[in-house]
């Protein structure tokens, strides 16, 4: 049980951490570079790449503060 809950805390941060990730660089690649850069495919896929890889990133690094922190215990 205790693996199930800390599964669902780590799907629960991605989705948040994905979210903020993709209100923020949304933004700023319509500011850059902008409305038309979203519509290539090629484009797309290395937004949503990045915006995965940072999500991953910001929830790993969620998940090991709350570990060391004394919060999570896994």
Excluded: D, H, P
């Excluded at 915006?51 to 790993?60: D, E, K, R």
Aim: no cysteine; proline share 0%; net charge positive.
């Amino acid at each position: 049980m205790e693996n199930i809950q800390i599964i669902l805390i780590a799907l629960v941060i991605l989705m948040i951490m994905g979210f903020i990730f993709y209100r923020i660089l949304k933004g700023y690649v319509k500011e850059e570079f902008g409305k038309k850069w979203l519509t290539v495919w090629g484009n797309k896929l290395y937004f949503w790449q990045s915006l995965v890889f940072m999500s991953m990133a910001g929830t790993v690094l969620t998940l090991y503060l709350l570990k060391w922190g004394g919060v999570l215990n896994f």
